[in-house]
């Protein structure tokens, strides 16, 4: 999972993180690493979690919970957006499965 500078910054925004020190910064990464992971492995694929994308914005909600010790309550929360978010993956899937299909070639 690459973690980008970007997604440090954008989380310390969205977290109103105004100051700077090398254990704040480990504990967000490791809060945007746990996430990468999760919504990776919830969704079975690999997310590029580019900037705009549903999977991003569900990462950093996902990371906010974290931050306020309130991670049991992130899924229950945000029911909706992780299940359309599955969906959404399924169906690009299914869709290139297809498409595959439909030329005669396979992966």
Do not use: H
């Not at 109103?16 to 969704?43: H, K, P």
């Not at 309550?73 to 957006?81: A, I, L, M, S, Y």
């Not at 959404?88 to 396979?106: I, M, Q």
Request: with cysteine; hydrophobic share 35%; glycine share 4%.
């Amino acid at each position: 999972m690459a973690l980008t500078n970007d997604l440090l910054q954008e989380l310390k925004d969205r977290l109103q993180v105004t100051w700077s020190d090398q254990s704040t910064d480990r504990q967000l990464t490791a809060m945007l690493n746990r996430g990468q992971a999760y919504m990776n492995e919830l969704c079975g694929t690999e997310f590029t979690f580019e900037e705009g994308s549903p999977e991003r914005e569900l990462l950093m909600e996902r990371c906010r919970y974290d931050w306020n010790n309130a991670l049991s309550d992130f899924e229950d929360n945000f029911q909706k957006e992780l299940s359309r978010l599955i969906l959404k993956v399924a169906l690009d899937e299914y869709e290139v499965e297809v498409a595959t299909n439909a030329t005669g070639t396979s992966t």
